[in-house]
């Protein structure tokens, strides 16, 4: 599971199947494309789960999709748990959907996040005569549940033993039909409050789901177990000592508590950018502590064969190909291009069995992507999709696939589906390297290291972004906007031009530094907005150039707004606005800069009055050529 998934929890004396069910679709907001609930009731569970949306489920629990709905007597139970999935291991479908039980029907859990060695922990399970019925690292978590319960344990401490066994980031919610009134959930690195009534509490990934019934409200912390009874709320570690809990009043209402706090979606998912970058890059390592890449389905002979990488996607996902580019040829030396996934076919691409032409797209939808990975198919040619949504078109079509684990994307304008693009050609860019020896193994490694010191970059351009926001407020009656690049900063100039045209609906354009003598120089004048990215100091070449480029736009009138790393004073005499970056290696450089940009964009649209989640004449999957 990605970390959207939505989680409920509930004790108490309302119908558990009411509260839960309508807890989920409290959380509807964050997309999924299954749900289920169990509750437990004389000395049984019910557990119900449907593929598709809330309303498939709603028509199962209502009796009129047997079998496999829910008894009449469920729906007098009082404890229960729920979940709205978002999948990313295994496809969307009845099985794969929450909650999961154990061998007996007596243990049932649900989950969000992703835990990373469940397929040794499956095959033990296994080899102990367990039966698995899904494809998920969920059901492994019922199954320990089980055998600790059948040794006596009561549920919350069979939790605590199965959590200090699982790696990775998991909330974990269970029930257990011998104790009906107890929830117990589970909390690491994932997100779990608790909502506290008059005789009865609450679970949930967040307060949109219960904020109906309290306001009052636990946020557990790290490592940590909390069991919920009607008439109160025991918190404890892993290891089983109190915790010290931290409560609070919420004074959100419904539609701010369903964007975590923040006025727009698009704000919310600007603020996930460190967590979706760092589930992308989960369970990556292998035991041997090679890079490994599962889920790929490309063979090592296969990526051995290949002599030509096409990358083909639309808008942001194409800028994103422009970077995967400098990554490809830099570090597998395999000559790469980057193409328009609507212009691909009209133009008769050379393409052979040797050629892999590899697509991104967030939504996985996108008709002119799509249909260029059927000609590249009807080609011969393999490809390997990198997408956002688990069993979306795109994915399915490919001969292999990388999911990004940014979560659901519900602003219209691509934000962190963009970095996590990034993270995957990244990724894939090193896997090449290593299984085509292009890079000794130390030197994958040690950039693998890097890549996982990305979330806290990220983290840190965050929370020194004020600056940026005041900028874009003052620039609000302005009319144009220019974004100069050079290297990967080419294409991180043309997303912030992007950014800035869909959101604000203001002339913006990016050019690659270099090319401005050759034309678009004549468009600067007296105090024009120009946004600069400056590659990092470490290639001396591209940095100097870019410091003069900074000097004939300014001697030209321009008002230069620059982006520079830490420590970059080079560009200070020349920057009548700075904003700095954290220093990173030049190719990761996309991956702070462009933030700056999308919040740039964001708030000067926001000035503007527009509606920066939905903007006019767009649609977030692009389902027509
Ligand atoms: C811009 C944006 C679009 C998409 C493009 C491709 O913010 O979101 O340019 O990037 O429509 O969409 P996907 O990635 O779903 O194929």
Redesign the pocket.
């Given at each position: 599971m990605a970390r959207m998934c939505g989680i409920v929890g509930y004790v108490g004396s309302q119908s558990a199947l009411n509260v839960v069910v309508e807890g989920l679709a409290r959380l509807e907001y964050r997309g999924y494309d299954s749900a289920g609930t169990a509750v437990a009731f004389d000395g049984k569970l019910s557990v119900t789960k449907r593929a598709g949306k809330l309303v498939n489920l709603r028509d199962a629990l209502a009796g009129t999709q047997p079998p496999g709905g829910a008894d009449d007597e469920a729906h007098g139970a009082h404890s229960g748990i729920g979940h709205t999935r978002w999948a990313t291991h295994g496809p969307p479908n009845d099985r794969n959907a929450h909650p999961h039980v154990d061998c007996t029907g007596a243990v049932a859990v649900v989950h969000n996040g992703i835990i990373e060695n469940f397929a040794a922990l499956r095959l033990e399970l296994e080899r102990r005569g367990h039966e698995l019925s899904s494809d998920t690292d969920t059901e492994a978590v019922a199954h320990l549940l089980e055998e600790e319960v059948a040794k006596g344990a009561g549920l919350a401490d069979a939790m605590r033993k199965v959590c200090v066994r699982l790696e990775g980031a998991f909330t974990l919610v269970a029930i257990y039909s011998g104790e009906p009134d107890l929830v117990v959930g589970a909390r690491r690195n994932s997100p779990l409050v608790v909502g506290v009534g008059d005789g009865e509490n609450f679970l949930a990934s967040d307060v949109a789901a219960f904020i109906a019934h309290t306001r009052d409200a636990i946020e557990l912390g790290q490592d940590q177990i909390v069991e919920l009874r009607p008439g109160g709320v025991t918190v404890t570690g892993f290891d089983g000592t109190p915790a010290e809990v931290k409560d609070y009043h919420v004074d959100w209402d419904v539609s701010a508590a369903e964007k975590g706090g923040h006025d727009y979606f698009m704000l919310k998912e600007i603020a996930e950018q460190p967590s979706a970058v760092a589930d992308t890059l989960l369970g990556r390592i292998g035991a041997d502590g090679r890079l490994s890449l599962d889920e790929m389905r490309l063979t090592d002979d296969e990526l051995r064969d290949i002599d030509k990488i096409i990358i083909v996607?639309?808008?942001?996902?194409?800028h994103a190909g422009m970077i995967a580019k400098y990554a490809i040829e830099h570090w597998t030396q395999l000559p790469c291009e980057i193409e328009l996934a609507s212009e691909f076919r009209y133009r008769d691409p050379i393409l052979t069995r040797s050629t892999l032409v590899i697509a991104?797209?967030?939504?996985?939808?996108?008709m002119d992507?799509l249909m260029a990975v059927r000609h590249a198919r009807e080609q011969r040619a393999s490809v390997l999709g990198i997408c956002?949504v688990n069993g979306s078109t795109?994915p399915r079509e490919c001969d292999g696939v990388l999911y990004t684990h940014a979560g659901p994307e519900i602003a219209?304008?691509?934000?962190k589906?963009?970095l996590t693009q990034l993270i995957a050609v990244y990724l894939i860019a090193l896997y090449l390297a290593q299984v085509r020896g292009t890079k000794w193994g130390d030197e994958v490694f040690a950039m693998i290291q890097l890549l996982g010191t990305m979330p806290q970059k990220v983290e840190q351009v965050l929370e020194t972004i004020e600056p940026v926001r005041e900028l874009a407020r003052s620039l609000a009656g302005e009319r144009c906007v220019l974004f100069l690049g050079r290297h990967v900063g080419f294409p991180v100039a043309l997303e912030g031009a992007?950014?800035l045209k869909?959101l604000a609906y203001m002339h913006a354009e990016g050019f690659a530094a270099g090319e401005l003598k050759h034309g678009p120089i004549a468009l600067i004048e007296e105090g024009l907005p120009v946004v600069v990215i400056v590659p990092s100091r470490a290639r001396p070449i591209l940095h100097d150039k870019i410091v003069s480029n900074i000097q004939e736009i300014r001697a030209r009138g321009a008002r230069t707004i620059v982006i520079a790393e830490d420590g970059d004073e080079a560009v200070a005499p020349y920057a009548d606005t700075l904003i700095r970056v954290p220093a990173v290696p030049t190719l990761l450089q996309p991956l702070v800069a462009t933030v700056p940009l999308q919040v740039f964009a964001c708030e000067l649209a926001t000035a503007k009055g527009h509606d920066v989640d939905q903007p006019r004449n767009?649609a977030?999957?692009?389902t027509v050529e």
């Amino acid at each position: 599971m990605a970390r959207m998934c939505g989680i409920v929890g509930y004790v108490g004396s309302q119908s558990a199947l009411n509260v839960v069910v309508e807890g989920l679709a409290r959380l509807e907001y964050r997309g999924y494309d299954s749900a289920g609930t169990a509750v437990a009731f004389d000395g049984k569970l019910s557990v119900t789960k449907r593929a598709g949306k809330l309303v498939n489920l709603r028509d199962a629990l209502a009796g009129t999709q047997p079998p496999g709905g829910a008894d009449d007597e469920a729906h007098g139970a009082h404890s229960g748990i729920g979940h709205t999935r978002w999948a990313t291991h295994g496809p969307p479908n009845d099985r794969n959907a929450h909650p999961h039980v154990d061998c007996t029907g007596a243990v049932a859990v649900v989950h969000n996040g992703i835990i990373e060695n469940f397929a040794a922990l499956r095959l033990e399970l296994e080899r102990r005569g367990h039966e698995l019925s899904s494809d998920t690292d969920t059901e492994a978590v019922a199954h320990l549940l089980e055998e600790e319960v059948a040794k006596g344990a009561g549920l919350a401490d069979a939790m605590r033993k199965v959590c200090v066994r699982l790696e990775g980031a998991f909330t974990l919610v269970a029930i257990y039909s011998g104790e009906p009134d107890l929830v117990v959930g589970a909390r690491r690195n994932s997100p779990l409050v608790v909502g506290v009534g008059d005789g009865e509490n609450f679970l949930a990934s967040d307060v949109a789901a219960f904020i109906a019934h309290t306001r009052d409200a636990i946020e557990l912390g790290q490592d940590q177990i909390v069991e919920l009874r009607p008439g109160g709320v025991t918190v404890t570690g892993f290891d089983g000592t109190p915790a010290e809990v931290k409560d609070y009043h919420v004074d959100w209402d419904v539609s701010a508590a369903e964007k975590g706090g923040h006025d727009y979606f698009m704000l919310k998912e600007i603020a996930e950018q460190p967590s979706a970058v760092a589930d992308t890059l989960l369970g990556r390592i292998g035991a041997d502590g090679r890079l490994s890449l599962d889920e790929m389905r490309l063979t090592d002979d296969e990526l051995r064969d290949i002599d030509k990488i096409i990358i083909v996607a639309c808008g942001t996902a194409y800028h994103a190909g422009m970077i995967a580019k400098y990554a490809i040829e830099h570090w597998t030396q395999l000559p790469c291009e980057i193409e328009l996934a609507s212009e691909f076919r009209y133009r008769d691409p050379i393409l052979t069995r040797s050629t892999l032409v590899i697509a991104i797209s967030q939504s996985g939808e996108t008709m002119d992507t799509l249909m260029a990975v059927r000609h590249a198919r009807e080609q011969r040619a393999s490809v390997l999709g990198i997408c956002n949504v688990n069993g979306s078109t795109i994915p399915r079509e490919c001969d292999g696939v990388l999911y990004t684990h940014a979560g659901p994307e519900i602003a219209v304008a691509s934000t962190k589906a963009f970095l996590t693009q990034l993270i995957a050609v990244y990724l894939i860019a090193l896997y090449l390297a290593q299984v085509r020896g292009t890079k000794w193994g130390d030197e994958v490694f040690a950039m693998i290291q890097l890549l996982g010191t990305m979330p806290q970059k990220v983290e840190q351009v965050l929370e020194t972004i004020e600056p940026v926001r005041e900028l874009a407020r003052s620039l609000a009656g302005e009319r144009c906007v220019l974004f100069l690049g050079r290297h990967v900063g080419f294409p991180v100039a043309l997303e912030g031009a992007l950014k800035l045209k869909e959101l604000a609906y203001m002339h913006a354009e990016g050019f690659a530094a270099g090319e401005l003598k050759h034309g678009p120089i004549a468009l600067i004048e007296e105090g024009l907005p120009v946004v600069v990215i400056v590659p990092s100091r470490a290639r001396p070449i591209l940095h100097d150039k870019i410091v003069s480029n900074i000097q004939e736009i300014r001697a030209r009138g321009a008002r230069t707004i620059v982006i520079a790393e830490d420590g970059d004073e080079a560009v200070a005499p020349y920057a009548d606005t700075l904003i700095r970056v954290p220093a990173v290696p030049t190719l990761l450089q996309p991956l702070v800069a462009t933030v700056p940009l999308q919040v740039f964009a964001c708030e000067l649209a926001t000035a503007k009055g527009h509606d920066v989640d939905q903007p006019r004449n767009l649609a977030k999957s692009v389902t027509v050529e």
